[in-house]
């Protein structure tokens, strides 16, 4: 029996050998069949990464004209579909669809090699790619197997470092094209993407899905070692970096590492004195984007992060995170030499510089220096007060 024969049998063995001979139309690539030709047509372009149906307000492309259309309703905010159970709204039929199935727990997708039951066929569909070890494009570089051309495609770029998709207003490339569109909403100041809940836009519709876990509380990404779960991917990977200790991101300038690139980039600007993001308010100027936006909290009061237990918000989810260790009773951190155990990590450093005798805070007239910020300060009022007497 040849690999497609045998393919085709493994993953698609419902019914006999006659009946798998009336679906005639045979995908050149995976060997997958199909019973009329415009149906493999729409899956060929799985493999060449077609997208023939564009959305004229955010550039958007799809292979399927019946993906557009819910997707257009993003944009008009029409969440014509309703679940009877729960009351959430969406804008197409077949994500109302895979959202009852979360209340019914109906996993109707079955695979026929391992018996992994999967809500959505899409999900099945890539499942049996590791039963039949189909990855037909590869990476003439590095050796990379893929499932579609376009992946590798775009998987080449990292090699060769090209960026063929130009910002025609300030000139900055991209290697991928949704990036370029999500870059153009920065000039256009549109945000498409909006929540139902609070009304918050958003110029990128993963940033949306990432807030919403805000009202709902959802954290679907647990860390294996501790436990602790995320609402973010990203953030699980930085936060294993905590057990691992790994940092890989290096400046070039002082050889200080970091967890995180932001926070590399973020650093580089001491060296820099570069402070990009201002405050259309006050005007004040900040090195890094997320301190702008914690800032920005002072003048609009927005405290989004609440307490479940005593109902009390905060505009920073550290803030929330520390508080609630006030219910709990949490000590998460530990001194290692003398063991005394502290809620708040700022409290936790500061008493481990008892221990060093590190003394990170001088004086800049007396010259004297101190473990603590709070210590300096209480510090300069003698000399103020000296100053007065004079």
């Known amino acids: 029996m040849e690999k497609s024969e045998k393919v085709k049998e493994q993953i698609f063995p419902e019914g006999s050998k006659k009946e798998r001979q009336k679906l005639s139309h045979d995908c050149d690539v995976c060997k997958k069949s199909f019973s009329q030709k415009g149906n493999l047509n729409r899956h060929n372009r799985i493999h060449t990464g077609e997208k023939p149906f564009h959305c004229e307000i955010c550039g958007k492309s799809f292979s399927q004209r019946s993906a557009l259309t819910p997707h257009k309703r993003v944009h008009t905010g029409e969440t014509p579909y309703s679940c009877n159970i729960c009351g959430k709204l969406f804008s197409g039929k077949s994500a109302l ?167 590399l980039t973020g650093h580089r600007r001491i060296h820099t004195g570069e402070t990009p993001y201002s405050c259309d308010i006050c005007g004040k100027l900040f090195s890094q984007k997320i301190y702008l936006t914690l800032h920005k909290r002072i003048h609009t009061g927005e405290t989004p992060f609440h307490c479940e237990i005593c109902g009390k918000s905060f505009s920073q989810s550290g803030h929330l995170t520390t508080h609630k260790r006030i219910h709990t009773g949490e000590t998460p951190y530990h001194c290692d030499i003398c063991g005394k155990s502290f809620s708040h990590q700022s409290a936790f450093i500061s008493h481990k510089r008892i221990h060093t005798g590190e003394k990170l805070y001088p004086c800049d007239i007396c010259g004297r220096s101190f473990t603590q910020h709070s210590s300096l300060t209480s510090h300069k009022c003698v000399h103020q007060g000296k100053k007065q007497s004079h």
Not at 140 to 159: D, E, P, Q, Y
Request: charged fraction near 25%; charge should be positive.
């Open 97 to 263: 669809t895979y959202h009852k199935r979360i209340h019914t727990g109906e996993k109707p997708f079955q695979c026929d090699i391992c018996g992994k039951s999967f809500a959505v066929s899409s999900f099945l569909t890539r499942h049996r790619h590791i039963h039949a070890e189909e990855k037909p494009y590869h990476c003439g570089i590095c050796g990379k197997s893929f499932l579609s051309a376009i992946h590798v495609t775009r998987h080449k770029r990292i090699h060769t470092g090209e960026k063929p998709f130009h910002c025609d207003i300030c000139g900055k490339t991209f290697s991928r094209k949704d990036h370029l569109t999500l870059h153009k909403h920065i000039h256009t100041g549109e945000k498409p993407y909006q929540c139902n809940i609070c009304n918050k836009s958003f110029s990128d519709r993963r940033n949306l899905t990432t807030h919403k876990r805000i009202h709902t509380g959802e954290t679907p990404y647990p860390c294996d070692i501790c436990g602790k779960s995320f609402s973010q991917s990203c953030n699980l990977t930085t936060h294993k970096r905590l057990h691992t200790g790994e940092k890989p991101y290096h400046c070039d300038i002082c050889g200080k590492s970091f967890t995180v690139s932001s926070n």
